[in-house]
């Protein structure tokens, strides 16, 4: 398995997996040659990690997903660089 750190730009806002993300630039990874890519049929996969603030009463917590932008890479609505 091979993965690289990679910066995504995001050209619009969009929800991915129930979660917003806004116009910017973000990090994540490249995630290739792995037994997951072979079995769906594609070379690589991308993921983008998102901190989403979660405001509570007495305090902020932020919370990290990693999100599978594959298709919205593939879509050019993410750019890879």
Do not use: N
């Amino acid at each position: 398995m091979t993965i690289k750190p990679v910066k995504f730009t995001v050209k619009e806002p969009i929800i991915v997996d129930g979660h917003e993300v806004g116009d910017g630039v973000y990090v994540g990874q490249k995630i290739s040659d792995t037994e997951i890519e072979r079995s769906m049929k594609r070379p690589v996969s991308y993921f983008l990690h998102l901190a989403a603030p979660d405001v509570g009463k007495d305090a902020t917590v932020v919370q990290r997903f990693d999100l599978d932008v594959t298709d919205y890479v593939a879509k050019g609505a993410i750019k890879v660089g």
